[in-house]
């Protein structure tokens, strides 16, 4: 089995059970999700299986959409609401949410929480925490696309947000730094991933649509991964030698121009066979991944 799953994962489950799961479904060895879901949170988790996995670095790289609900007055020790708590602080009536939400749109940095998969030294920061080592944790540049409230503040002090954000942004450390902004300390309660590389959640399934004998089925091809990239289509003799590791010369493939150092899918026919990437120096298209070896 090869290709693309959109899941819709449920809350109280991590990715690597998320992954499991699948795994026993499609009875596939090789299955891997492409960027990280509490289990506290749900939504979009694409999920690449067979050969498909080579092309993960794609969807992990892609911005990410997230709907998110934030509590003010209380900081936890993991930044969401299933952490201890710190500390409960009093809310000023008169704060100015959307003065503070703009702040942080654009280029920053930012520290991920210390319960995170983040590694220290070979060792995820998660574990470090809960063996109640403290650790400097070194910022990261991130970027907030867009960040608007999306409801009023209740009575609970809670309030919903819709952000797109750059790989590599925590959610929950960015609740933690616009309560940190507004003075009164703030939590993350409710995450759900709304989109991510262009996927949107509309068109994900959930495990309780799955069954061995359909989720083939909900599995899409793999090049729907890389479809935005542009596209070459070579011979069976070029298909082989590309299928064996050759470059190929860019003067006998059809295409009219070629801008270098950049990914092309590669098909002999309607297959797809993997990515290459264009030097024009050495006038070459070069492998950069197989999915398919079988011309």
């Known amino acids: 089995m090869l290709g693309l799953l959109l899941l819709n994962k449920p809350e109280g489950i991590t990715s690597f059970g998320a992954v499991a799961r699948i795994k026993k479904l499609t009875g596939e060895k090789r299955v891997g999700h492409t960027g990280t879901l509490d289990p506290m949170a749900t939504g979009v988790l694409p999920i690449l299986i067979g050969r498909a996995t080579v092309l993960s670095q794609y969807l992990i790289d892609a911005d990410k959409s997230y709907s998110a609900t934030i509590k003010l007055g209380i900081t936890t020790d993991t930044c969401d609401i299933t952490g201890n708590v710190l500390s409960q602080s009093t809310v000023d009536g008169n704060i100015d949410l959307e003065a503070v939400l703009k702040m942080f749109i654009g280029k920053q940095m930012q520290t991920p ?13 998660y574990e470090l925490a809960r ?72 068109k994900c399934v959930c495990f309780d649509d799955l069954t061995p004998e359909n989720i083939g089925d909900y599995i899409l091809p793999c090049d729907t991964v890389v479809e935005y990239m542009p596209k070459v289509t070579v011979s069976e003799k070029q298909a082989v030698r590309f299928c064996n590791g050759g470059a190929l ?27 290459g990437i264009s030097d024009t120096k050495e006038n070459v298209l070069k492998i950069v991944c197989l999915v398919d070896r079988q011309v």
């Not at 929480?113 to 920061?125: D, E, H, Y």
């Not at 092309?264 to 297959?271: C, H, L, P, T």
């Open 113 to 125: 929480p210390m319960f995170s998969a983040i590694k220290q030294n070979g060792v995820r920061m």
């Open 249 to 275: 010369s860019l003067d006998r493939i059809k295409l009219s121009e070629f801008t270098d150092n950049t990914v092309y899918r590669v098909y002999f026919g309607e297959k797809f066979l993997g990515l």
């Open 131 to 202: 063996r109640g080592e403290s650790v400097e944790i070194p910022a990261r540049e991130i970027e907030v696309f867009s960040l608007s409230q999306t409801s009023p503040i209740s009575d609970t002090f809670e309030f919903d947000i819709d952000t797109t954000v750059s790989k590599g942004t925590y959610i929950r450390s960015l609740c933690r730094d616009i309560g940190e902004a507004l003075g009164c300390g703030a939590t993350l309660t409710r995450l759900i991933r709304t989109k991510t590389a262009g996927f949107d959640i509309a």
